[in-house]
């Protein structure tokens, strides 16, 4: 059982920057792959930024790609996002994910295990 714990959200002007945290519990962290995802309200969940369980490959939605980094630090078991150049439509509330097994990064369903999610508020 893994255990993904969310931090770093919170409220923004348009064009600065936030970095969430996703904290795992767990010795198996460097055995699954990372997602993060956000869900606007009103909006399905989606996929915002991937990477690889040894951090060698990473992989983003276009539409934030250029401003938002994921890394991870498998010593310290914890995912992280780096968003800059943040965007009223950036908005929404933002969760980690785990995976095993091989699966597209956009299948939720592939996913084995969510945080609770923290939310990102950016004004204009």
């Known amino acids: 059982q893994v255990q993904l714990v969310e931090s770093g959200g919170g409220l923004v002007q348009a064009g600065g920057s936030l970095r969430l945290s996703c904290a795992a519990s767990?010795?198996?962290?460097?055995?699954?792959?990372m997602g993060w995802f956000r869900q606007a309200p009103g909006k399905e969940r989606e996929f915002v930024a991937g990477?690889?369980?040894?951090?060698?490959?990473?992989y983003y939605v276009d539409s934030v790609k250029g401003r938002f980094t994921i890394s991870r630090d498998n010593a310290k078991n914890t995912v992280y996002l780096q968003m800059n150049s943040l965007k009223p439509e950036d908005t929404a509330v933002y969760s980690c994910?785990?995976?095993?097994?091989?699966?597209?990064?956009?299948?939720?369903?592939?996913?084995?295990?969510w945080g609770q999610g923290t939310q990102v508020t950016v004004s204009s």
């Open positions: 994910a785990a995976r095993v097994r091989g699966s597209s990064w956009y299948n939720l369903a592939g996913y084995d295990y």
């Open positions: 767990g010795r198996t962290f460097s055995s699954y792959a």
């Open positions: 990477i690889t369980s040894r951090g060698i490959m990473t």
